[in-house]
């Protein structure tokens, strides 16, 4: 089954499971993102990807030079291991893992979320690529894809029991957008995959059609 076809029972499930009145606000709170501009602002296939240094989720330093050094490189971002979108997506690249590896190219997640927290993801979904965490959502923030949680969806959240600040910090309330490139090994974006809905993820096949033609 796709990566698409799993997203979209996830949203028919939360239809039916989430009170319509909370659903209105989270779907008022993803439209007011969408009109907001930042899609726009986004880096766009041709731009060259702006450079990172980053842990990953056992506190080692990996960078944009050194993970392009080995060919091509594809980078996702997520919200965090609370989001059951986010880690339909993240098993499902793992399940394509071999073949992004085949094509020449090395795969990273990037996540707000503390060191200790994205390891624990990592274990529950049998990761075996790496995640980076953006502390503060600094690198997001640099790329122009990021975003903070309204007031009245942080309390959602309380509501539904996700701690987002014991996942990224006191205080740190900021997300990256859905989004995934695929960068050539001279840095440049090749293909752009950015949403202001959560709920929608770059598909793995489209990923591989990418990288096929690098």
Known sequence: M??????????EASAVKIPPELMAIMSDATQKLQLSGVIEKAPKIGDVLTHFELPNQLG?????????????????????GWCPYCNLALRAY???????????????????ELPDISLS????????????????????????V?????????????????????????????FPLAATFVVTKDGIIADAFVNADYTYRMDPQDIIATLKTL
């Open 2 to 11: 796709s990566l698409s076809t799993q997203l979209d029972q996830q949203r």
């Open 60 to 80: 080692q330093i990996r960078n944009l030079g050194d993970l392009l050094a080995n060919g091509p490189l594809v980078v996702t971002f997520y919200r965090g």
């Open 94 to 112: 793992q399940q394509h893992l071999d073949t992004f590896a085949q094509l020449g190219a090395t795969f990273v997640a990037i996540t707000p």
């Open 121 to 144: 993801t990592t274990e529950k979904n049998e990761l075996k690529f790496e995640v980076l965490s953006d502390i503060n959502a600094d690198y997001a923030r640099a790329l122009g």
């Open 146 to 174: 990021v975003f903070s949680l309204p007031d009245e969806i942080r309390a959602l959240y309380a509501k539904f029991g996700v701690e987002v600040e014991k996942h990224n910090g006191s205080g740190q309330f900021d």
